[in-house]
């Protein structure tokens, strides 16, 4: 429960409603002091810099998310991911508005779907969040009316997936789609479920994350009556993230029989090391979480301080391999710039060596040769 909020704001039952949370989200540092009276030490902080940054990509978080943070610095995973930095401003110029080629023509059929791959769509459609990453590739659009989808625009884009019988999955994205209420979010997941093509549905959220108590008992329930199996994938990037809240969030959706991964974005600073990873993965066991992806940081404008070198990103998954349960080792993943699809990295464990093998590197870095036909 979030702690240390103003007097008039701190009764537990207002303070652990969704709603209350979405609509008393900080845009400014003037709201986190109104919310958090003596919490934490502002005036040390750039105000103008970190100002001019709010007012370059804007800002919102909800109560409950900042004050999981311990102190107001970019050494706080939580304020790091939460409130803007005046590093934002720095842009280098490798960076895009639009860095995973969302809006491709190629890629974009209408508004509010992008399709990437024959089998997969995504259908957007709020483009509204509880919290805005820093780190997020959608920066461009969170938080704008224009990327809502109306009833006319959603109804275009279902009927659009329904025409499609190539398509065997479609992913709810955003925004969040649990933004929506409980009765919009069913109808559309009840279009979806109808269509025979699909086999399953997705629904990618940091809601358990930043507003757990957006997954209620009803939600949950209502989740679970789809008649294809559903996935939820959640967006924990660090273990102070996973709360009593959070875990309790993932445990209603288990119950419900909505199955839950979490996908967490490469960061420097707040989880680039093998000791703040391993904390992480062995969290989202422990609540019932299977890590599924690990995706490099995308070229997102002003998050240049957040990105890590792919080197540094390959030694990671050098040391997490053989010092994490293989089940908890995340796929690490890089968006190719521009809208050409997922590609998968690793460290390179199997390499040619000149007799026509392979020399292979273990965990315990080792190196042993390979060969047969099989190695070529």
């Known amino acids: 429960m979030p702690r240390m909020l103003a007097p008039t704001v701190s009764d537990p039952a207002t303070v652990a409603d969704w709603r209350w949370q979405h ?6 540092l003037d709201d986190i002091e109104r919310l958090f009276p003596g919490r934490f030490d502002l005036p040390v902080l750039d105000r103008e810099g970190v100002g001019k940054a709010i007012a370059a990509y804007g800002m919102r978080a909800t109560p409950y998310y900042l004050s999981l943070a311990r102190r107001a610095s970019s050494d706080d995973p939580i304020w790091a991911l939460a409130v803007p930095s005046p590093s934002e401003l720095s842009l280098r110029p490798e960076e895009r508005s639009d860095p995973i080629g969302d809006e491709t023509p190629a890629n974009h059929p209408l508004r509010g779907v992008t399709r990437r791959y024959r089998d997969r769509a995504l259908l957007s459609p709020t483009p509204i969040c509880s919290v805005h990453c820093r780190h997020c590739f959608r920066k461009r659009l969170v938080g704008r009316a ?3 989808l109306d009833e006319a625009a959603l109804d275009a884009a279902l009927s659009w997936l329904a025409g499609e019988p190539e398509l065997r999955e479609v992913i709810l994205t955003g925004g969040d789609p649990l933004t929506l209420s409980d009765d919009r979010l069913a109808a559309v997941l009840g279009r979806l479920d109808a269509l025979p093509q699909l086999v399953s549905l997705r629904i990618h959220t940091r809601m358990p994350v930043v507003n757990p108590f957006r997954v209620t008992d009803v939600l949950a329930t209502r989740l679970g009556q789809l008649s294809k199996p559903l996935t939820l994938v959640t967006h924990f990037n660090h273990a102070q993230e996973l709360t009593d809240a959070a875990r309790a969030a993932v445990a209603r959706l288990r119950a419900a029989d909505v199955d839950v991964l979490n996908q967490s974005v490469l960061l420097a600073g707040i989880n680039d090391t093998p000791e703040l990873q391993r904390e992480l993965l062995f969290a989202l066991l422990a609540a019932r979480v299977r890590p599924y992806a690990l995706h490099q940081a995308d070229l997102v404008p002003g998050t240049a301080h957040l990105r ?5 990103g390959q030694a990671l998954m050098r040391a997490l391999r ?3 349960p293989g089940h908890a080792l995340p796929r690490w993943l890089l968006d190719v710039p521009g809208g050409h699809g997922k590609l998968p990295l690793d460290y390179p464990w199997a390499q040619p060596d000149r007799r026509g093998g392979l020399v292979l ?3 315990d870095g080792s190196r042993h040769h390979y060969s047969g036909p099989e190695a070529s």
């Open 23 to 28: 609509a008393h989200a900080a845009t400014s």
């Open 361 to 363: 590197e273990a965990p």
């Open 146 to 148: 224009e990327y809502a």
């Open 308 to 312: 890590v070198p792919l080197a540094r």
């Open 322 to 324: 053989g010092s994490v």
